[in-house]
């Protein structure tokens, strides 16, 4: 599959912080945002929930065919807990969960050779999405004592796929895809019936041009972008509607696992 898939796309790109890469992401269905990086990279993909909201409802399958028609392949960390289970923990504190799941990812960086990961943005606008990014950076961090240089990059789960800071601009790597590849994209993204409508809210939203830019930015520190982040206006409705029984707060909740988890990864040997 892989000498078949590099005629069609071509060579890694010289841009790239590298030729292994990885993608981390906390729900499946987030690498339809960079799906033409997916097919040049053929990355290790990491997942850490199944996708399956409030509803219980798993959509790891669909992420799996779409992996495996791109040539990436599946790393330890998939699907590896519920969306529920996710959301209990960031209510609990449970830093040695979180903890626990940044040393496997450093040590598979270090085994597979990692050179750069590409994973979710730190948005505040979804918990389990900002977590994922606190993790990658954690592991990477630890990779890196390990003797295992890793380069961070995100891309956007909001708004504009081809959205980026003026700042990041010049370090910023931009793919635009050609006719071939923006197809491949729009089947892929249509063939995921389980994001069907949020691929349809997406598409109106900003429009079919915009996702034949793809962007992978150097990662910023700083906090969600508003205060109270988008979530917890969001997790008040869900409360109401009876899906979850507390509302995850940033302030409360959020910032003080963070700062835990920094500080277990900065005291780990």
Not at 129 to 153: F, T
């Amino acid at each position: 599959m892989r000498e078949a898939h590099e005629r069609r796309t071509g060579q890694i790109s010289p841009t790239f912080p590298g030729r292994r890469a990885a993608l981390v992401i906390a729900h499946p269905g987030h690498e339809l945002r960079v799906h033409a990086w997916v097919e040049l990279a053929q990355p290790l993909a990491f997942v850490l929930t199944d996708g399956s909201g409030h509803t219980g409802q798993s959509r790891l399958a669909s992420t799996s065919r779409l992996l495996d028609q791109t040539g990436a392949s599946s790393g330890g960390i998939y699907g590896r807990l519920t969306d529920r289970v996710l959301y209990a923990a960031i209510l609990g504190g449970d830093v040695d969960l979180f903890a626990g799941l940044a040393r496997e990812l450093a040590q598979a960086l270090v085994d597979e050779r990692i050179d750069y990961v590409v994973g979710d943005a730190f948005e505040g606008h979804n918990p389990g999405h900002d977590l994922c990014r606190v993790i990658i950076d954690a592991a990477a961090e630890l990779a890196g004592r390990a003797g295992q240089r890793v380069a961070c990059l995100d891309f956007p789960l909001v708004g504009r796929p081809d959205g980026c800071p003026p700042a990041l601009a010049a370090q910023a790597i931009s793919l635009a895809l050609d006719d071939a590849a923006f197809a491949r994209k729009l089947a892929a993204m249509h063939a995921y019936v389980e994001l069907a409508g949020e691929v349809s809210a997406a598409l109106a939203e900003t429009g079919f041009v915009a996702f034949r830019i793809e962007c992978l930015r150097p990662v910023c520190d700083g906090g969600p972008p508003e205060d109270p982040p988008y979530y917890e206006c969001y997790g008040e409705r869900q409360v109401m509607a009876g899906h979850y029984g507390r509302v995850l707060r940033y302030r409360e909740h959020f910032a003080p696992l963070e700062a835990a988890l920094r500080r277990r990864i900065e005291v780990t040997a």
